[in-house]
């Protein structure tokens, strides 16, 4: 007997048949007409579809009519005077290389098209470009320096003007081209401030807040010297982390990258060569300053009797969130966890806080073609959100929502409404079922792509009868051995004091400084003089 899956699949393809005559056609150059029933085939209906819709009412016009009447009743009732006053905090939420087609695929993830990720609430939406000083695609580091320093820079650099290229070594010591981040602005205004990362804390997006370095990957000395040599002179990230006059006034700091602080004497996968413990040195500083490697140590630290929190939850990266809730022995946190005790400890300060939060894994999985690993992180930082949202008061906390860059994950083809967002969009043109997501390059092509024969392969063989592996790969069109970014304008979500500055389309530099003039603090023009 079939199993359910494999029975609407089968369906699927049945139905999917009937439309061969229409994807089979073939048209004169010259047919416009033609072309235009390719470009939008006639789909036929059957009441199986309607009944896949989450909402029965979607078929009358009254539910659709209704629905933009309560939205224009909605921003009406909040379309009085701007909220305004100081942002006393700022808590500043990134989504790494969280695209629009994330978004989108994310919402199906959830339960259905007509679903909404938690910030798609706020009052403000804006979009910024992208671009680097030196590539049309940008890179996390070279974001980073852009949404947390104001200032565009080269790919693959961090923290510094774009005089310095990627890997310079003598021009990253030139601290006349250093570049002052939005954590130190705040620090000389005397708030808090704290990073969250779902990546180590020493990756590229979190050390845009306190590096300056010519090279992303000089993560630990080891790195450092194999570019540089014995005696550059120049600290690395985690260094700079720990030592530097930014990262050592960090009141928190949580993520992965334990084998960065670590000389392999000390641990087994220890990346650094300088003999050096640097957690150790930090225990040492303070005997109020804790560190934590699991969910329950980071959830019993006290706020009233922390000096700093330091939590380093895995050696790289922090797992993806399906991989740890999968294993019985979990004992890493959640995104939202992390998010709780950071706010409980950074409201301590009479001076409000600065907080850095990075669903940082979102990026990585879309690398990999991994886009189930992808949605379920976005989910995860959707609920961050909504926790930071429930337990802050919007009149003196600026919330703000942002992705650093885009990715090649596409959402394409004629599927279904609620038809599965991980499974078949419909038939191409030589009769091979093709999924709904799919990517312009990456790892996966060889997995759909018979090059000897020059066509693709059946997606059907990626996919059990059963649930989605969540490690599955989905389709590439062009081999890679990483999946790239792509240059598309990145999406701001804000909310709280002057949260509507942030509508528009502008340059994604520019964030850092809204952000200070909220808070009054930075160098340039501040909301307190304006009020």
Known sequence: MLSPRSSQILILFALLQCLRGVWSLQCADDDEDCREVLMHPNIKEDHRSIRRRSIPGEVTSDYWLDKGKRFVAYKDASAGIPQRGKAKNIIFFLGDGMSL????????????????LSFESFPDVGLMKTYAVDRLVTDSASAATALLCGVKANYGTMGVTARVQRGHCEASKNTSYHVDSIAKWALDSGRQVGLVTTTRVTHASPAGLYAHVADRDWENDKNLKNSCGKNSGIPDIALQLMEGEVGSRFKVILGGGKSQFLDKDYHDDGKRRDQRNLIKEFQKENPQNIFVETRDELMAAEASGTQRLLGLFNDGHMKYNLKAQDSKKNKQPTLTEMTQKAIEILKQG?????????????????HNNKAILALDETAQLSEAVALARSITNEKDTLIVVASDHSHTMSI???????????????????????????????????????TKLGGRYDPTNQIEDSDVDMDMQFPATVPMESETH???????????????????????????????????????????SSI
């Open 350 to 366: 009479d001076e409000g806080y600065f907080l850095f939060i990075e669903a940082g894994r979102i990026d990585t999985a879309h």
């Open 101 to 116: 087609s994330t978004l989108s695929a994310t919402r199906v993830y959830l339960g259905g098209e007509e679903q909404e």
């Open 412 to 450: 394409s083809g004629y599927a279904q409404r609620k038809n599965d967002i991980f499974g078949y969009a419909s038939l191409d043109s030589n009769q091979v079922p093709y999924l709904t997501l799919s990517y312009a390059n990456g790892p996966s092509f060889s997995e759909y792509y018979n």
């Open 486 to 528: 792509s240059a598309e304008d990145a999406p701001v979500y804000a909310s709280g004091p002057w949260s509507d500055l942030f509508s528009g389309v502008y340059e994604q530099s520019t964030l850092p400084h809204l952000m200070a003039f909220a808070g009054c603090f930075g160098p340039g023009k501040q909301a307190c």
